[in-house]
DNA sequence: TTGACAAGTCACCGCATGGTGACATATAGG
DNA sequence: CCTATATGTCACCATGCGGTGACTTGTCAA
């Protein structure tokens, strides 16, 4: 009716993007979003081309945290700091920011399962940025050393992630409760605890935490 | 044509758990199972009712590790051991049986994503194996600590669970090459690095690797 | 005013899926 | 031998999917 084609396009894309966070990447195909969009799903086709090319339209928006989001602060501050503090802020400013992220986490679901041309950009993306966090100049010094800090980001990075995908469709994990904001702070201050032990600082525990 | 029901059944659980290892779940419908085990799929259905039935008949074969399989040696052993030690050895166990299991990687990838009655019994299942692994004896006196062993071990059994799970669509994780034996055994440093440290052990890196 | 083209609508195709009813046949018990 | 039943075969259904061709209608410019 309103013969605006931008306007049709922003519905498509808007109506993609509340399916995946909601129902997930299994339906959300095209006559699934056709349909949320109250939009003919030839168009879909004309405007973007279909399903591969419209999920790289929405992809293109950018739903991947930056660093500066990372940290909470500027990026170019990371210099100042040491290497404990750098790699408790980035890893919880990991966990932070994914939690606030259903459709990235969707993605990242989406991506244990199907490995396709995009999906693979996607990760090379974010592979890229990781490492460049890692390269920062406070890790700097211990890249050289005996202790295997990628290793041990890697580990624990990937924990993290984890419990943020599992969350949407178990309630326990060993014990924690992963619907309770409390039991996620018990995880950062895990997080604390690890990190403190490995860079042996004997930092009080929790000080960097919520409370 | 043999006319042998058992035989029937066991093609059919058989194709089914190829399938499920080889192609995922979203590869392993009614007709993809019947083709797979050169059977029709009315029979399924006559044998076992339906999906759900038939896949509570596969998983109760049993594919997730015992106790024994994650410590490499009886389980009644474990009151014995220290708990820098008896830690390192489930984890790293974890990690070791979960990469020998496909089938089990995949209904962990699958719980992921969809949530049914099914994948809550399991989940549930190994959650409970989990706590009693939490509540050997070597871990009791850290329970009242001012540490959270439950949350410290939740996260790095997360990170092992994901970076397995992640292997089969990810080649490279955080600089890790996830196709390369060697970068597994640097995450078991990794591991062994991270309890060395969390429990203030001086212990040799690596002592009880594989080399 | 008129004509060209963009924007939107409708009907259809082929295909695969989960699921079921009706039938053929081998096997065992009377 | 004959019959009941378990086993296996075949044909079919409704549904949903991705995808496309042909049509109508609005809009804007000459």
């Given at each position: 009716m309103s013969r605006d084609s931008e306007e049709t396009r922003q519905k498509i894309l808007k109506a993609f993007g509340r399916l995946l966070a909601e129902q997930?990447?299994?339906?959300?195909?095209i006559n699934a979003v056709a349909r949320a969009a109250g939009v003919d799903k030839v168009l879909i086709y004309r405007y973007f081309g279909g399903m591969p090319q419209l999920l790289r339209a929405f992809a293109s928006g950018g739903f991947w945290p930056a660093t500066d989001e990372l940290l909470g602060?500027?990026?170019?501050?990371?210099?100042?700091?040491e290497a404990p503090e750098l790699a408790r802020t980035l890893l919880k400013g990991h966990l932070r920011e994914l939690r606030l992220r259903p459709v990235t986490q969707e993605i990242m679901r989406w991506e244990m399962i199907r490995k396709n041309e995009l999906t693979g950009e996607l990760a090379e993306a974010r592979e890229k940025a990781g490492l460049e966090l890692l390269g920062l100049e406070p890790f700097g010094s211990l890249t050289?050393?005996?202790?295997?800090l990628a290793a041990v980001g890697a580990l624990i990075h990937a924990g993290l992630t984890y419990l943020v995908l599992r969350a949407k469709t178990a309630d326990l994990y060993m014990g924690l409760d992963l619907r309770r904001d409390e039991d996620w702070e018990r995880l950062e201050k895990a997080v604390d605890e690890l990190l403190d032990a490995y860079f042996g600082q004997s930092r009080a525990f929790g000080a960097a935490g919520g409370e």
């Open positions: 997930g990447f299994e339906n959300a195909g602060r500027p990026a170019a501050e990371a210099a100042h700091m050289a050393s005996d202790r295997d």
